[in-house]
């Protein structure tokens, strides 16, 4: 899969590039995407809705980021280092705007 992002530096903006790719990256893994749902209590049909829920791209990244390696073979897939990964995840918010932009 092609990265998103020219110099795979996480900048603005590009951390929602980053957790878009992630989706996509688990929804096209057979192993994946059942765990995602099974965890994050969503149903397939209703992933579009749930995408446009505050907070969705981060439950995306920390589902990335909270298995090493899940996050080892993303970072490998999309041409990112895993801490590149890590300070993605971070910048995103949660839902709450309690989140550190300046990361």
């Known amino acids: 899969m092609e990265c998103f ?3 795979s530096q996480p900048q603005a903006g590009g951390s929602d590039a980053v957790a878009i790719q992630a989706l996509g990256f688990i929804a096209a ?8 749902l ?3 209590g969503i149903e397939i049909r ?11 791209l981060a439950g995306v990244m920390q589902f990335i980021v909270a298995h090493e390696p899940t996050l080892l073979r993303f970072a490998e897939d ?3 280092s895993p801490a590149e990964v890590v300070k993605a995840a971070r910048q995103l918010p949660l839902g709450d705007h309690s989140y550190d932009q300046s990361i």
């Open 38 to 40: 099974a965890l994050t």
């Open 46 to 56: 209703n992933i579009r809705a749930a995408a446009a829920e505050p907070g969705f």
């Open 5 to 7: 992002l020219q110099d």
């Open 78 to 80: 999309s041409g990112l």
């Open 29 to 36: 893994d057979p192993e994946l995407l059942p765990r995602f």
